[in-house]
């Protein structure tokens, strides 16, 4: 009986080591299509909440030009 349950134990182990996807589970897509684009870091709330726009304030991040959304004229699938 301790022989099956110390089996049991190490394949358990051994499934849960060695059985996980490498594979990242989220990616990060950064868009550069902005040409042309009627948004401007120097107006962010035309594009940002007041909130998103305070909490940048609070932790000091500044707005800069991947925040701005694409262009609104750009064709869509």
């Not at 594979?23 to 401007?40: A, E, G, I």
Request: net charge positive; aromatic share 10%; charged share 15%.
């Amino acid at each position: 009986m301790k022989k099956l349950t110390l089996i049991c134990f190490l394949l358990g182990l051994a499934v849960s080591l060695f059985g996980q996807n490498p594979s990242p589970t989220c990616y990060r897509v950064y868009l550069s299509d902005k040409n042309n684009s009627p948004y401007s870091i120097s107006n962010p709330s035309a594009y940002l909440s007041q909130r998103a726009i305070d909490k940048r304030t609070r932790f000091n991040i500044p707005i800069t030009e991947q925040d701005l959304p694409i262009n609104p004229q750009y064709p869509t699938i």
